[in-house]
């Protein structure tokens, strides 16, 4: 499949604010090659953090339905669960080494 490389998506200037429907369409390509690729090799942080901020960029569109802003927000925040779910958790130390190392926490 080519893509078309002089539509107004790769045309336009850093400036002008995103379309909406071109945020929607990259918000729905991202989440599908999440749920194929969450099933194969697990969750991806990555993906799932650009999938959110895609949402919370849809969600304070000026253009955009108030209903469709408000799913967006609604998302964006379940999106932002899943990355801190997924983040990996500093380890605690030890009641020994807080003993031996002095370090009180």
């Known amino acids: 499949m080519a ?4 539509g107004p998506a790769f ?8 379309q909406p429907e ?15 690729n969450a099933a194969q090799a697990g969750p991806c942080l ?3 953090s650009v ?9 304070s569109h000026a ?3 108030p ?12 999106w932002a669960a899943v990355v801190d779910q997924a983040l990996p958790r500093p380890s605690r130390p030890t009641l020994f080494k807080r003993f031996v190392g002095g370090t009180r926490q």
Do not use: G, W
């Open 11 to 18: 045309t336009a200037t850093a400036s002008a604010p995103p």
């Open 51 to 59: 999938i959110e901020r895609h949402l919370k960029a849809l969600a």
């Open 67 to 78: 209903v469709l802003r408000a799913t967006c927000q609604q998302l964006s925040e379940q």
């Open 22 to 36: 071109l945020l929607v369409s990259a918000a729905l390509h991202l989440m599908s090659h999440y749920s194929a």
């Open 3 to 6: 893509i078309d490389m002089a």
């Open 46 to 48: 990555k993906l799932a």
């Open 63 to 65: 253009d955009l339905n």
